[in-house]
């Protein structure tokens, strides 16, 4: 295993570098994320939490398909666009309520296949699809997706939350298939799984949140498991060590292609060690592989460690995933 290169191949790979342009669009809005005085967390959760009183929150989040996955495959980027909204709430420790979405097709074939992909994951997460806004004559075909949950406010599981010697933990489900064989970076684990228990994965997640057991997490998305684990660390403003053997992987998946996947239900957390086992306990009755993999540093830096040898993967001076201003 060349350590190095792995690590330099994650650096390099667009699910992380295209997140840096994030910063051109948040830092325009920082003066008004917050004009109502109501929202709870920064930029770089999963979901904003808007505070509605009697300890209950509204968790709020957004997602967008990449393009070139709706050229690929229509069907599976309206799933998708359903899958990506219901981990971000869940991730939150939330529980999803409803969705509305933004279509726009340049082809009746496109909008059919978007909104049939759509209607099987409603069906499959069994969360409505309530409205949203059609554009019948684009140039170009595109959809997103709104989704709303609710959460205890003292119990949700913010990217901000983990703490110096907090362990940290990845939780994936293994029986996966590559939807897209040939870029393999969508690991399939939902599509083909029976309904209850893609329901109960991500109850499984709100049910750690109401024991308290996590200090923070995040759904793992297009950066990929480190990718994914640096923007919580960012969001916290810690480091964290890591080992790359401890990582829950699909034997038949090399690390550089495993590394860089976007799994159909995959989660970085972190949390006091004595809550670990509970944690574990709790998600791995729901085909989550869930081990830990590291732990919360003082120094701002991910380390990824492998025998003998430990590499800087990101320094959030130097390269972090997310650019905000202060």
């Known amino acids: 295993m060349d350590l190095t290169s792995l690590v330099n191949s994650i650096q390099e790979f667009k699910g992380v570098t295209r997140k840096n342009s994030i910063s051109e669009v948040t830092n325009i809005l920082k003066s008004v994320y917050n004009i109502s005085g109501d929202v709870l967390l920064d930029f770089g959760d999963d979901a904003s939490a808007i505070d ?27 799933y998708c666009a359903v899958l990506v909204n219901v981990n971000d709430i869940a991730a939150m420790g939330g529980k999803p309520i409803a969705m509305v979405n933004i279509l726009s097709v340049n082809n009746d074939d496109a909008c059919k296949e978007i909104m049939d992909g759509i209607k099987f994951a409603c069906e499959k997460f069994k969360v409505p699809m309530v409205g949203g806004h059609f554009h019948p004559d684009a140039e170009f075909n595109s959809i997103g997706v709104a989704i709303i949950g609710i959460a205890d406010k003292d119990k949700m599981i913010p990217s901000s939350g983990a703490n110096i010697g907090d362990k940290v933990i990845v939780s994936i489900d293994l029986d996966g298939r590559f939807y897209d064989k040939e870029t393999k970076l969508n690991w399939d684990t939902t599509y083909f799984k029976d309904d209850k228990l893609v329901q109960d994965q991500i109850n499984a997640i709100n049910q750690i949140a109401m024991e308290g057991l996590p200090t923070a997490g995040k759904d793992i998305s297009n950066p990929g498991i480190l990718g994914t684990l640096e923007m919580l660390l960012e969001a916290s403003g810690v480091g964290a060590c890591v080992n790359l053997d401890k990582i829950p992987k699909n034997e038949n998946v090399p690390w550089d292609v495993w590394l860089k996947v976007y799994p159909g239900a995959g989660f970085v957390l972190t949390a006091p060690e004595e809550n670990c086992n509970r944690i574990i306990e709790n998600l791995e009755k729901y085909s989550l592989t869930t081990k830990v993999v590291g732990e919360i540093i003082n120094e701002k830096v991910l380390y990824l460690e492998n025998e003998n040898e430990k590499v800087e993967v990101f320094r959030q001076d130097e390269n972090p995933v997310l650019i905000f201003e202060n």
């Open 52 to 78: 509605i009183g009697n300890n209950q929150v509204v968790l709020f989040a957004a997602d967008g398909i990449w393009g070139q996955l709706i050229d690929l495959d229509a069907y599976w980027a309206g």
